[in-house]
């Protein structure tokens, strides 16, 4: 890679080694990601899921709260991110039939000099991955699938609008 590529690319620096962006200069604003994925699995697992009888217990309330638990400790998992002060938090697990399985959608806002995009990611991921392992005992072919940013606003770059 040459010296105008590693220029171009925010986290490596003109050697080429990986770095922390200094967002120091940036204007404090309103930031806002929502995230999305899915789960797929069998129809029988999923009505059993929705009944209450998968052997670990509450898997979408479980999932929920893993996901805002992640989106919060989303710094010490991805190496180059920045700790953010995050002011909302909502995972939302809803059932979808023609899955069948669950779809997940997380939304994440702050006020600050860098976005959350990777904090809604992180939420969908770890729910998703919670869901699996609550509701592995009735199915372990489920999928983890789709894990996308649909949304960002706030900060220079603009807004971005996913599908």
């Known amino acids: 890679m040459n010296q105008s590529e590693t220029q171009s690319l925010s986290h490596l620096d003109a050697s080429g080694q990986a770095h922390m962006v200094d967002v120091s200069a940036?204007?404090?604003t309103v930031r806002r990601a929502?995230?999305?994925g899915q789960v797929r699995m069998q129809a029988e697992t999923l009505a059993a899921i929705e009944a209450g009888n998968a052997p670990k217990g509450d898997v979408l309330g479980t999932a929920r709260l893993a996901g805002i638990m992640a989106a919060k400790q989303t710094a010490n998992l991805i190496p180059l991110c920045h700790p953010l002060p995050i002011q909302k938090v909502e995972v939302r697990i809803t059932p979808d039939p023609a899955l069948p399985g669950y779809q997940i959608q997380a939304e994440v806002k702050t006020k600050g000099e860098t976005g959350v995009e990777m904090e809604a990611l992180t939420a969908v991921s770890v729910a998703?991955?919670?869901l699996y392992d609550m509701?592995?005992?009735?199915?372990k072919s489920m999928q983890i699938e789709g894990i996308?940013?649909?949304?960002?606003?706030?900060g220079k770059s603009g807004d971005y609008q996913g599908t």
């Open 26 to 28: 940036k204007n404090v």
């Open 34 to 36: 929502i995230a999305a």
């Open 128 to 130: 998703a991955l919670t």
């Open 135 to 139: 509701a592995k005992a009735l199915e």
């Open 148 to 154: 996308r940013l649909l949304h960002k606003s706030g």
